[in-house]
């Protein structure tokens, strides 16, 4: 941890952060490479104590989102991606992974719409997250149209 320390007093020298500030910046880097690595229950508690310390910061929100939904518990995932939109209602990550929540629980009509308000947010396609939600639009107009099209195969 004081070395992570050191690398962020280098990384963010001549930014005005105290050492509380710059110990919440290596929390997140903390939770966000266990969350990388495949140990999102070891990031989850960080992310928690962040979201408590930091109220205005969606970010932690988010990644309490991202857990959520890797552990497919959507309901949960919903819940904190919406309190991160609360704080930040124009992110594309968040939109993404919101329409991709709203997709995996069925509600497939506001799956599409908030993808495609994430490719009207960004139609040049600059952000990692819309790249992969043009996909994701891709599929679910895919689904909604043989749905449509095989109205009694669809499952009531």
Request: glycine residues 4%.
């Amino acid at each position: 941890m004081a070395q992570q320390q050191q690398q962020h007093r280098a990384m963010y020298q001549g930014f005005r952060l105290n050492s509380a500030k710059l110990d919440r910046w290596s929390k997140k880097d903390e939770g966000f490479n266990l969350f990388k690595v495949g140990l999102p229950r070891r990031a989850e508690p960080i992310f928690t104590g962040l979201t408590q310390q930091m109220p205005k910061d969606a970010y932690n929100p988010y990644m309490l989102g991202c857990i959520s939904q890797k552990d497919r518990d959507y309901q949960t995932a919903m819940k904190h991606y919406e309190h991160a939109l609360q704080l930040k209602p124009d992110s594309v990550a968040i939109l993404t992974n919101r329409a991709e929540v709203l997709m995996l629980i069925g509600q497939l009509v506001e799956a599409r719409d908030g993808f495609q308000r994430v490719l009207q947010m960004d139609p040049e396609r600059r952000f990692p997250p819309t790249r992969r939600c043009v996909e994701l639009f891709e599929c679910i107009e895919k689904i909604i149209a043989w749905t449509n099209a095989h109205p009694r195969a669809t499952p009531q």
